[in-house]
């Protein structure tokens, strides 16, 4: 396989050719790519060993599709996506057939997989504000739970929080099945981002963090590192990216940091696994790697346009033609 | 509306001019009305309303003056009369006074057509009567700027228009259908347009939102032409337009047929319709804030706020069949109170079937590009390449790109130094390149102390290396001038070090021996030489004792057996009575307790150096930890730096981690790379040593491990990623991560699917499974690495009998044969060969020396050390040893011959109640070892026998000894828990082969003050180096394929490997691999067989193992044997493992 570890800090191993895209989220091994378009297909391919192997052709959406995600692997091979057609469909591989499993109808413009910890669960957001959770509760049985005008105008985006006991972020006791609390992040076209969590059932908002000045295009909560800090990323068409940490084990208490300012929408953030390295995209096709230093400040450590430049370096790249 | 920069959303009202409303009211009135969406009610808030001496033709919002807060702005409004009155928005809505900032009366006509620019926000354009187009500037708004020349004939200016990407660039158009298109910069028109086919009144002109060259003229025609495009669908003539800033192929405009309708201009066609009431709409206008809002103001006095998105607001109950929600209605904003009712739609009667509101999203909802990170550091875009508007209806297509990000890069490349380090077993050379290298002292003497660890290393692999070639008396013969290779270790340290003193001991020593040797038949010596002949240890030691050869003396005494050696130390120490006689009666006593204990913490290096020469092997680590214990918890940083050397010396990984980790910064990744370079190379040391895995028990290190192997799995390396995973956990974030990384891993199938790591949920079952972890497999697997463990504590001793190596001869001594290779785990194969019989023979070619009445515990071999792990009570009867260690050293000790040796595992209970017991190992007679040669090589090997000196002086032992149950000691110092987490266990470790401590006895002479005996190591240590020096050699580099071929072989084979027995095949074949490494850096191999092994290479890069045998058995078949004997069996067993396990 490819992999150049010079400068520039990525290069292209492989590409796809394919239309008009508007997710591609690799699933929890980085094996498959799924991805998402304007011609209302999701299309899964293998990508191992750099190839480009379209295994499945999903078609079901009757607008284009806006995001997929991939839920984790122990549940098996399932993956959520949302379309202008405001349906969410949850599709399931059995036995190399991929089929839909669950089909919701009435959100659109997100959806995101909580931690494995708690079951099969997903948050969709919708345009029209409101935010859906669906819990497989077995028997091919899906609870639904509506939170209704989450963020007034539309919802664009959602994110889990990791699976943290609050309190406790060392081993847990084992055998007793740990009190986690779920909480998720969303973002809207209010301008804000609001916490939210789960007590007794029902999910209450947590907290409302203010500070962009236009609609919250993405919100993505970091991957727990083991620290207690909890940390947000929060990016808007203002093209303000900001980071927002909360120390506090209760959680009440974030402080915002402004990554950057850019000149345009930053449509899309999102953390590596590790947690360290936050890539921002924005409407001017850059994609921008970011790392907190030392002393907390934050630094671009990437500002490579790709196709320009880093892609001559590869020879054997690959096209899949639509 | 209020500009994008402005929230909330407020819409401003002027009182328009030319239409009377129906009241027929001619009052004048600014109003600000807020958009609250999270207002239920349709109903907007009048927020400010002030009244105006004339009604507006034109009204404009703009961002000048506009706070941080997103605030303010002004607002500019152009009266029927000519005056431009720029007002205070947010006055307007407090009080209404002080409202207006600035007015202007330049216009003589009505002002119709105001624009301002969107790059410098004090810049206004406006239009009136005769031509007359002003730029004004809002900080100084008396004295307004012309374009340039009004243009002829003069005529209305009906509408002005910057252009949305260059912001010198104006444009005017007049009813008449002409447009000029001014250059600020050159103050004169650099374009005019007319259209001359038709004679049409221009209502409209806009620019393109995003194409500085495109500009669209709206004519107040039904069918006017434009040269780009027409636009055909309204039946009368069009009121008004807008273009939508956030989709240039959303056009808006309102004509009077009383439709509104959205155009995508670049196709010309009708994307939707919107429900109007029926009256002309005379503006239209997207909300630049919110894209998907509009609102259209009509001649009824009504204000209509679309919005083109579906969605549940309230306003969705408007939603109608055309797929438009009106969002709002308004107020009457003309003033007379009366309250319009929002607009009647017919309500669709199934409200459930939302359809999107526009057929195809517009842009501003479509996610143009994206990057989102997944495992193993990889990162996948895709952007949407900036076009000219989409002139082409086709979707664009669009790459996706799969990245692989590292951000460490000194992080990777020190990990690959030391993943290189690990595979070829080169530790001297990384150790030596890390204190050249080294930052700061401490980090240095870290290294050093490293060095020392991976140099006894070494000296294990050359017993297997160089075994049967050189024997030790070979050796000896050689002075060691000639033998400068003890230059290497030297070099190694700027300032003395206890490896150094140690070296200088073993060389002083050595001095001796050689003159020893050259003298050996004059005068004294040839005396002594005479005794020894004939097997007169006593006579011997008496001469050598009366001529001041203390040294001699000791050394033949231990020859000659446990009395003679203690009446001789009696002897010596009556006879010196100096200064150092207090150290030398604590080495006799082994006492190094107190020592431990109380030392002053300045002295820890003397008191570590004493422990590293004197310290019993048994005691030596605990003591070593004790030290360490007592330096970290003085808690500075130094001191905790001293603590890792003592850590270091013991062998203790787990105590280094948490030391290392508590006092050094492990967080970031090159801090973790320093700790975890340290920790591997300790830990390999201790592996090769034991020849056996270390497993990882510390949660601490499997922490820090783990953590490691993530940064690694982040920065793409995810197989070394793997390596670094510690074995057997059953911590769900480990087994989570190797499960993720095996099925990562690009090319797949390069081992045996782990075991599931999480339960596997099954979703289209009712009830997921329970948790069940840690399957029986597991626990199978953990046992077989507790017995190879446990197995290990025995190797040390077997494989370093001297004699082993150099001998692999069945020995008289019965030493090895004590232990026969306790099945697959024992490591007898690659360590000393074959196993031996029992049976007696001669080692190194002598003729066995029976030795009549001589104690035979002189010749207890040195496998016997291992019996002090047992508990005593093996042998009843037997005088109740002071050490535990000391077994061996009981007089004529018959019951150790006999009886079954209570297996190691049950001194040290180790992987809990549930791990199985270790075999019990048959202990054949120990054959009386022959004694009294004379022949130095023999002597040397007598000298292995490891004689406390306790014994000698039972008197000053620290133990009590009497009264105590034989298994008293023993048990005392077993902990529970696993052997290598105790620190009582941790003797077992590479300290104990430590030559110095483990074969040390007391010479004393005259002028040396210290001198300590370690001729095993010795041997060893001179046997090693020459071997050492042709390591540091390079393979040559058209050779280097093999290497990194065969390495990659084993290395797959280890990971697809699953049965306990194939994996030690391997371990041992990376091993023997080492000795076809040497050939190549010698080039002492044969162009045929090169030429084989070539094209072996190649057979195993192509997986094609078959033919690679094949090759294989052509080359053995052609060549002489001895010369590839090394390493071509255990090449082939390689490939054989490779052709099963198809990797």
């Known amino acids: ?322 | 509306m209020s500009p994008a920069g402005h929230h909330p959303i407020y819409l401003a009202l002027g009182t328009s001019a030319q239409q009377l409303d129906a009241s027929f009211n001619t009052t004048a009135a600014l109003e600000i009305f807020e958009m609250d969406f999270s207002d239920p009610s349709l109903d907007m808030q009048l927020k400010g309303s002030l009244p105006t001496s004339n009604r507006l033709h034109s009204i404009v919002w703009v961002n000048f003056g506009m706070g941080a807060d997103g605030t303010g702005g002004r607002l500019v409004g152009g009266s029927e009369n000519g005056t431009l009155t720029v007002y205070n928005p947010e006055d307007i809505m407090n009080s209404g006074a002080e409202a207006v900032v600035g007015q202007s009366d330049k216009h003589t006509g009505p002002v119709r057509a105001l624009d301002f620019n969107p790059f410098q926000n004090n810049l206004l354009a406006s239009g009136a009567n005769d031509s007359e187009i002003y730029i004004w500037d809002l900080n100084n708004f008396s004295s307004p700027m012309t374009p340039g020349a009004k243009t002829q004939p003069a005529e209305d200016i009906s509408v002005v228009s910057w252009n949305r990407q260059v912001q010198h660039i104006l444009a005017s158009a007049n009813p008449s259908g002409k447009a000029v298109v001014w250059d600020l910069r050159k103050n004169e028109p650099i374009i005019k347009i007319s259209d001359h086919s038709n004679r049409m009144h221009c209502s409209g002109m806009l620019w393109h939102p995003e194409v500085a060259t495109q500009l669209v003229l709206m004519w107040d025609l039904r069918f006017a032409t434009s040269p780009l495009k027409v636009l055909e669908n309204h039946t009368r003539g069009i009121l008004s337009i807008s273009w939508s800033q956030a989709d240039s192929e959303l056009l808006l405009s309102s004509a009077k047929d009383n439709r509104i309708l959205c155009w995508n201009p670049n196709t010309g066609e009708v994307i939707y319709e919107l429900p109007t009431t029926n009256q002309w709409c005379f503006d239209v206008q997207w909300c630049p804030r919110n894209p998907a809002l509009l609102s259209a103001a009509s001649f009824d006095g009504r204000i209509t706020v679309y919005s083109v998105m579906g969605g549940s607001l309230k306003a969705q109950q408007q939603s109608t069949a055309d797929k438009i929600s009106s969002s709002f209605d308004t107020m009457d904003p003309f003033g007379t109170g009366q309250v319009l009712p929002p607009l009647q739609v017919p309500q669709p009667a199934a409200q459930d079937t939302i359809v999107p509101p526009l057929k195809k999203p517009p842009k501003w909802v479509r996610r143009p590009v994206g990057a989102s990170f997944a495992f193993g550091g990889k990162l996948i875009t895709f952007e949407n390449p900036k076009l000219p508007p989409a002139q082409s209806p086709q979707p664009i297509p669009r790459q996706v790109f799969v990245s692989q990000v590292t951000t460490e890069t000194e992080f990777l490349q020190r990990s690959r130094e030391l993943q290189a380090a690990l595979q070829s077993g080169s530790f001297n050379n990384y150790c030596q390149a890390k204190i050249q290298n080294a930052k700061s002292d401490a980090e240095q003497d870290i290294w050093k102390f490293l060095l020392v660890c991976t140099y006894v290393l070494t000296l294990r692999l050359g017993d297997a290396r160089t075994s049967g070639s050189v024997s030790p008396a070979d050796f000896f013969s050689q002075t060691p001038k000639e033998n400068s290779n003890f230059q290497i270790p030297v070099s190694c340290g700027k300032t003395p070090h206890l490896f150094l003193v140690q070296l200088l001991l073993i060389l002083a020593l050595f001095k001796y021996l050689t003159a020893c040797h050259c003298v050996y038949f004059q005068d004294t010596d040839g005396l002594i030489s005479q005794a020894l002949l004939v097997g007169n240890f006593e006579g011997a030691v008496d001469l050598c004792l009366n001529d001041g050869r203390y040294a001699e003396a000791i050394l033949l005494a231990i020859s000659g057996g446990e009395e003679l050696l203690k009446k001789t130390q009696q002897k010596y120490l009556s006879k010196q009575k100096n200064s150092i006689s207090m150290l030398i009666s604590s080495v006799v006593t082994q006492n190094w307790r107190d020592i431990v204990q109380s030392c002053e913490l300045d002295n820890w290096k003397e008191a570590l150096a004493a422990l590293l020469t004197y310290a019993h092997p048994e005691d030596f680590a605990r003591l070593c930890d004790t030290l360490g214990g007592r330096l970290e918890r003085e808690g500075t940083e130094k001191r905790c730096l001293q603590a890792c050397l003592c850590y270091i010396c013991s062998g203790n990984v787990e105590k280094l981690v948490e030391c290392w980790a508590l006092h050094r910064d492990c967080s970031s990744p090159l801090g973790l790379e320093d700790l975890v370079e340290k920790v591997m190379m300790l830990r390999k040391s201790i592996e090769r040593l034991r020849n056996s895995e270390v497993a990882v028990q510390s949660p601490i290190l499997a922490e820090k491990l783990t953590c490691y192997a993530g940064i690694l799995a982040a920065e793409g390396s995810l197989s070394t990623a793997m390596t670094y995973l510690p074995e057997n956990s059953d911590q769900p974030g480990i087994m989570m991560l190797r499960d993720r990384l095996f099925h990562a891993q690009e090319e797949a199938a390069i081992g045996q699917q782990p075991p599931n790591s999480f339960n596997r949920v099954s979703v289209s079952t009712a009830k997921p499974a329970p948790a069940a972890q840690a399957p029986a497999p597991k626990a199978q697997i953990m046992a077989d690495y507790i017995i190879q463990c446990t197995n290990s504590y025995l190797c040390p001793y077997t494989g370093f009998l001297p004699h082993q190596p150099f001998q692999p001869q069945p020995m008289s001594m019965g030493g090895p044969s004590a232990f026969p290779p306790p099945g697959p785990s024992m490591p007898a194969a690659n360590l000393s060969g074959p196993p031996l019989p029992p049976s007696s023979s001669t080692p190194g070619g002598l003729p066995p020396m029976p030795s009549p009445g001589v104690p035979p515990t002189g010749f207890m071999p040195s496998t016997s050390v291992p019996s002090g792990l047992m508990p005593p009570s093996s042998q009843p009867g037997a005088p109740v040893p002071m050490y535990p260690g000391g077994l061996h050293n009981q007089g004529p000790a018959p019951p150790m011959a006999s009886g079954p040796y209570t297996p190691l595992g049950s001194g040290y209970p180790q992987g809990g109640p549930g791990a199985p017991a270790v075999k019990p190992f048959p202990a054949p007679a120990v054959a009386p070892p022959p004694t009294g040669t004379c022949h130095v090589g023999h002597l040397f090997k007598r000298s292995v026998t490891f004689i406390p000196f306790a014994h000698v002086y039972p008197n000053i032992s620290r133990y009590p000894c009497d009264g105590i149950p034989s298994g008293g000691p023993s048990a005392s110092r077993s902990r529970p828990g696993p052997p290598w987490s105790s620190p009582g266990a941790q003797c077992a470790g590479w300290c104990v082969t430590r030559g110095p401590s483990e074969f040390s006895t007391v010479t004393l002479t005259a002028n040396m003050s210290v001198t300590c005996i370690c001729i095993s190591c010795f041997a060893q240590l001179l046997q090693q180096l020459p071997a050492e020096r042709v390591e540091q050699k390079e393979i040559p580099a058209e050779h280097m394929v093999l290497k990194s071929t065969f390495d990659s072989l084993v290395q797959r084979c280890q990971l697809a490997a699953g049965d306990p027995q194939t994996k030690r095949k391997l371990d041992d074949a990376a091993k023997r691999l080492g000795y076809l490494y040497d050939k190549l850096r010698e080039q002492s191999l044969s162009h045929n067989i090169l030429n084989g092994l070539h094209e072996i290479s190649r057979c195993v890069a192509s997986q094609n193992y078959q033919r690679g045998l094949e090759v294989h058995t052509q080359v053995v078949s052609s060549s002489n044997f001895s010369e590839i004997s090394a390493f071509m069996p255990i090449l082939k067993v390689v490939m054989t493992i490779a052709n099963k396990l198809g990797v």
């Not at chain 1, 993956?79 to 349906?87: G, N, Q, T």
């Not at chain 1, 990323?233 to 120390?247: E, K, L, Y």
């Not at chain 1, 002393?295 to 880093?310: F, H, L, M, N, T």
């Open chain 1, 1 to 322: 396989c490819l992999y150049f570890y010079s400068s520039p800090f990525y290069v292209i191993v492989k590409y796809l050719k394919i239309s008009e895209q508007h997710d591609a989220q690799m699933d929890y091994y980085g094996t498959r790519l799924a991805t998402c378009s304007s011609d209302r297909t999701v299309k899964i391919f293998d990508v191992r060993n750099g190839g480009q192997i379209l295994v499945a052709d999903l078609r079901g959406h009757e607008g284009p599709v806006w995001q997929v995600a991939w839920a984790h692997p122990m549940f098996g091979n399932i993956l959520a996506s949302c379309s202008y057609d405001r349906k969410v469909i949850i599709w399931k591989e059995e036995n190399g057939a991929w089929d839909k499993m669950y089909e919701y109808t009435g959100h659109e413009s997100s959806v995101c997989w909580g931690p494995y910890d708690f079951g099969l669960i997903l948050a969709c957001g919708s345009s029209d504000g409101a935010i859906s959770l669906l819990t497989f509760t077995g028997d091919q049985q899906w609870d639904v739970k509506k939170i209704s005008n989450a963020h007034t105008i539309g919802c664009n985006a959602v994110s889990w929080a990791p699976a943290v006991v609050p309190g406790s972020l060392i081993d847990q006791p084992s055998g007793q099945k740990p009190n986690y609390v779920k909480r998720f992040v969303s973002g809207g076209c209010d301008n804000l981002v609001k916490l939210w969590k789960e007590e007794d059932g029902q999910w209450k908002e947590d907290q409302k963090l203010e500070a962009h000045s236009d609609w919250v295009r993405d919100v993505g909560w970091a991957p727990s590192i083991g620290l207690p800090t909890s940390t947000i990323a929060s990016c808007s068409q203002d093209g303000r990216v900001f980071i927002w940490t909360c120390d506090d084990p209760a959680g009440n208490t974030w402080t915002a940091k402004l990554l950057h300012k850019f000149n345009d929408v930053v449509w899309h953030v999102s953390w590596s696994i590790t947690g360290n390295i936050l890539a921002v995209s924005g409407g001017d096709n850059k994609v921008t790697l970011w790392k907190e230093s030392m002393d907390g400040q934050w630094a671009c450590i990437s500002d490579v346009s790709k196709g320009q430049g880093a892609v001559s370096t590869i020879t054997d790249t690959q096209q899949i033609e639509q």
